[in-house]
């Protein structure tokens, strides 16, 4: 199959190398395209400059930083016209370890959306406080509950799609970002029949480079779940 990875970057010159060698290496048949939202600090420089010496590494340059979801979905946009049948989410700050790709490819092979999960059986996320947990955890059982997902990790950024889930979710009139974005993506793979299936994964904070998230994302995604939930009844997609 007709693999893309799509990187989306802002000011990881410190991942960007590493993380582009780590995916030749491993996944030799995948292309990569990454997405910079114009980082001030050179990353798409570097990518360029990779591109010549690794092959199979595409630049898709973005005039301002707009977000996961924006890059995302200029992305899969871009990947969808050059004849791409797959499509990969992964963070280039190694908190998605790349050794674990082979193995969601594999199987989604034979579903639309292959979610790597942290909390399936065999899932981890080794480093992080209790508190934090505990919320992640309770976000994700909420919008599992509040929009009958039965999916255990909906916030979940390390992904395989189907070109078809892709096309079932029209991914282009999904406005969430961050974890909204993933949300809103997983809701309407499922309501449009698409087979999902978690596979665990150990999740593992940055070590390098600064968090692009903040409280106002995670406020999104918590607002946008309750808004569908209260939509469902009536029929309104979102």
Known sequence: MRTLVVLPTFNEILNVEPMLRALREIVPSCDVLVVDDSSPDGTADKAKQLSGELGQIEILHRAKKSGLGGAYRAGFAWGLENGYDHFVEIDCDFSHDPAALPSMLEVARTHDVVIGSRYVK?????????????????????????????????????????????????????????????????????????????????????????????????????????????????GRRP
Do not use: C, H
Request: charged share 20%; net charge positive.
């Open 122 to 234: 065999g899932g981890s996320i080794p480093k992080w406080s209790y508190p934090r947990l505990l919320l992640s955890r309770v976000g994700n059982q909420y919008a599992s509950i509040v929009l009958s997902l039965g999916v255990a990790d909906s916030t979940a950024g390390y992904r395989v799609y189907s070109k078809d889930a892709l096309e079932r979710i029209d991914f282009q009139s999904v406005t969430a970002d961050g974890y909204g974005f993933q949300i809103e993506m997983t809701y309407r793979a499922k309501r449009g029949g698409a087979s999902i299936i978690e596979v665990p994964i150990s999740f593992t904070d940055r070590t390098m480079g600064e968090s692009k998230m903040s409280s106002g994302i995670v406020l999104e995604a918590l607002w946008l779940v309750t808004k569908w939930g209260v939509e469902r009844p009536f």
